[in-house]
């Protein structure tokens, strides 16, 4: 193609048409996954933070597709997702949730308890304190970056620090993948030119843009890294360690 790149859809309808095919064309998640995400949708007003059940289909792919058996979860918020990767690396897997909220991690924690989920532990606290001290005696399969933007660049750098070639206690395995979500946040991290904001303050907004730019760069700087960034759903970027 001209150019090089794939335009997505030509307009709208035929897109929700294409994602909802596509969704529709990959395995099934579990009931009780779709079930609670029907759940969290219905009860909450601040629902749009759940991932959707489409894009949880790639994560139990991926998590699959590497064998993936200990996953690290930087913002939980009711459990949606932790449920998914304590499905992904099944009972003998580990998931362990940073939370800045102590509520949303007493919800998750209940809600992965009425489900006989048990190999879940959460961590409640601000994640720029909570990652550093994480210190596992075997290193994360899959860290699953989700909570504050802004904080992107410096969870990176903290899990980079600390899953140095031959560490002991490191954080991410060689060959492990970080998999962070919202890096395009709706476009404007590549485009400028939009208008719209997710907040009324337009200097918060533009400087939260500018740490997922900053985050986006460092990735693809790195040498320790290889990635690829979808620019599926909110911008999913699967990162690669490789040492
Ligand atoms: C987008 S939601 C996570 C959604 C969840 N991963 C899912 O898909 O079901 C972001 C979460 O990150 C949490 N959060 C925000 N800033 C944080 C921080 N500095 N440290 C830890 N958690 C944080 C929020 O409280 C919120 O629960």
Redesign the pocket.
């Known amino acids: 193609m001209k150019g090089g790149y794939t335009r997505l859809f030509d307009d709208q309808a035929s897109g929700d048409k294409v994602s909802e095919y596509a969704d529709a064309h990959s395995t099934p998640l579990p009931a009780h996954i779709t079930a609670y995400h029907a759940h969290a949708s219905a009860s909450r007003h601040d629902s749009e933070?759940?991932?959707s059940n489409f894009q949880s289909k790639l994560h139990l792919f991926l998590a699959r597709s590497i064998g993936a058996k200990r996953v690290l979860?930087?913002?939980?918020?009711?459990?949606?997702?932790?449920m998914l990767w304590a499905h992904a690396t099944g009972p003998d897997g580990l998931v362990t949730g940073?939370?800045?909220?102590p509520e949303?991690a007493e919800i998750a924690q209940d809600a992965l308890a009425k489900e006989g989920i048990n190999n879940v532990e959460i961590i409640v606290?601000?994640?720029?304190e909570?990652l550093p001290k994480v210190s596992p005696s075997t290193p994360y399969d899959i860290i699953?970056l989700?909570?504050?933007k802004p904080?992107y660049s410096n969870y990176l750098s903290i899990i980079l620090a600390n899953s140095q070639p031959g560490s002991k206690n490191r954080l991410l395995r060689p060959g492990g993948l970080i998999i962070a979500?919202n890096v395009l946040r709706r476009g404007h991290v590549a485009d400028s030119s939009r208008t719209d904001r997710e907040v009324e303050d337009a200097g918060l907004w533009n400087s939260h843009i500018e740490a997922v730019r900053k985050f986006n760069d460092q990735v693809v700087g790195e040498k320790r890294l290889e990635s690829f960034l979808t620019p599926l759903w909110d911008g999913l970027s699967m990162i690669r360690l490789v040492d």
């Open positions: 933070m759940l991932s979860e930087v913002g939980v918020y009711v459990g949606y997702s932790a940073l939370e800045y909220s949303l606290g601000n994640a720029a909570t699953f989700d909570a504050d904080g979500d």
